[in-house]
């Protein structure tokens, strides 16, 4: 097939939408934790478990192998079948949209390569996307197998690199899509850079939904409904110490909540900075934007907390957090535009 000119708007917009879906796929993965049905598949099957069971003996045998598991002898011990299928959709449902969106990403990406339609020097970012998006899926089934031995969940440790590698994922897709937009109204236009006070926010954005990734899977948003003190205290008693940083930052709920609580204010002066060096470049819807959303994930976060983590409350505050970190990547794209 002869070679077509380069697409970057038609590209950029399908990286936005696959942008999309993993933030979906983000939304999808806090209801399957806060439901507890992460651990009801046992298996991975990357292409046959694209097929949910269709009988009741298929149905029967899933319900049996979960019932070796330790979730279910620790913790669901006496569950009925009719139970079990409410944690299975969930995470057949996370899985299901896992596949979909290698599926957005995998084809188009062959449609385009095919058509000669990728700007120079962008094909090997795009293969290497798609080979990320596949270290994602076998992170989140060493994240399955962490919490089927000796544990009613998965490890906190593993489900943040999970949810962190997603949000990598995501910010590395939506960066690209950036770039092609910048090159369908510039052609000479280069890669996006990355500026000092663009990263730092980036950084600090990440650490903390990393920190509240650890806090739910610690299930630590339970051990104070109280805010801005937790249980009428600064410093919460019930601190453990567990023999290094690392592992007490990842081990005792009290500590992560609370580092989870104040950090949250060193990402809120990062996306004002970030916000103030948009408008002075001009660029002052995307900074309401940026300072709508951190104002919307405070107060979303609270709720959270006071709440006692309500189900729809904290999804949408996970949602929401990982909107305004793709929000804060075009926002970085922004400030590194010559």
């Not at 120079?120 to 089934?141: C, K, S």
């Not at 806090?215 to 023999?243: H, K």
């Amino acid at each position: 097939m002869a070679s077509r000119p380069a697409s970057p708007a038609s590209i950029a917009r399908w990286l936005f939408v696959v942008a999309g879906l993993i933030l979906l796929m983000v939304g999808i993965g806090g209801i399957t934790r806060l439901t507890e049905s992460g651990l009801s598949i046992t298996e991975w099957k990357p292409v046959t478990g694209a097929i949910p069971p269709l009988t009741h003996a298929a149905w029967q045998a899933e319900f049996d192998a979960y019932r070796h598991s330790s979730q279910y002898v620790l913790m669901n011990k006496g569950m009925t079948l009719a139970a079990f299928k409410h944690i299975y959709f969930w995470e057949y449902l996370h899985r299901l949209i896992g596949r979909l969106i290698g599926l957005a990403y995998a084809v188009p990406m062959l449609w385009f390569f095919v058509r000669g339609a990728v700007p120079r020097g962008y094909g090997p970012r795009l293969v290497v996307l798609l080979l990320l998006g596949g270290a994602q899926g076998a992170i989140g089934w060493l994240m399955v197998r962490s919490g089927l031995v000796d544990r009613v969940n998965v490890e906190p440790a593993m489900l943040a690199a999970h949810l962190g590698m997603a949000l990598l994922l995501m910010g590395a897709v939506v960066w690209t899509a950036c770039d092609m937009a910048v090159l369908s109204r510039n052609p000479a236009a280069g890669p996006g850079r990355l500026t000092l006070p663009g990263g730092l926010a980036l950084v600090v954005l990440f650490v903390q939904i990393l920190l509240g990734a650890i806090t739910a899977g610690l299930r630590a948003g339970s051990v104070s409904n109280t805010w801005p003190l937790m249980n009428d205290r600064f410093v919460p008693e019930g601190i453990q110490w567990w023999g290094s940083l690392a592992r007490t930052i990842t081990s005792d709920p009290y500590l992560i909540h609370f580092v989870h609580r104040w950090w949250a204010w060193g990402a809120v002066i990062a996306v004002i900075l970030m916000a103030r060096g948009l408008r002075a470049k001009g660029v002052g819807g995307l900074s309401f934007v940026l300072l709508a959303c951190v104002v919307l994930q405070i107060l979303l976060g609270i709720a959270t907390v006071v709440t006692g983590v309500a189900l729809p409350i904290a999804v949408a505050h996970q949602v929401v957090g990982a909107t305004l970190l793709g929000l804060a990547v075009a926002g970085a794209h922004r400030l590194g535009a010559r």
